[in-house]
Nanobody, 118 residues
Framework: QVQVVESGGGLVQPGGSLRLSCAAS????????MGWYRQAPGTQRELVAT???????DYLDFVRGRFTISADNAWNTAYLEMNNLKPEDTAVYYC????????????WGQGTQVTVSS
């Protein structure tokens, strides 16, 4: 089993920055992909960014160039650096980890609120 905990959300003005962290614990040796998703009120959860253990990354078009996903060398913490935030980025941000060995997951955190408002 893998446990995932997000942190770093908060209130920020448009154009500001935030850095989210996602700490994974438990059976982390099999994790090969971590990702950030978000869900605004009344909408479906959407993929924001993913990173694999091989270093490949992918981004939602709307955040490409503004957000950067990374992971530490121990591959137990993923980060989402968010710059030039817009009101449309307001949502609960969730971290997700997927393992290449059973149980595969995905494993979800409880989410962290990001609010972009003046």
């Amino acid at each position: 089993q893998v446990q995932v905990v997000e942190s770093g959300g908060g209130l920020v003005q448009p154009g500001g920055s935030l850095r989210l962290s996602c700490a994974a614990s438990g059976s982390i040796s099999g994790i090969y992909r971590m990702g950030w998703y978000r869900q605004a009120p009344g909408t479906q959860r959407e993929l924001v960014a993913t990173i694999t253990s091989g270093g490949s990354t992918d981004y939602l078009d709307f955040v490409r160039g503004r957000f950067t996903i990374s992971a530490d060398n121990a591959w137990n913490t993923a980060y989402l650096e968010m710059n030039n935030l817009k009101p449309e980025d307001t949502a609960v941000y969730y971290c997700n980890a997927v393992s290449q060995s059973p149980p595969y997951g995905p494993y979800w955190g409880q989410g962290t609120q990001v609010t972009v408002s003046s």
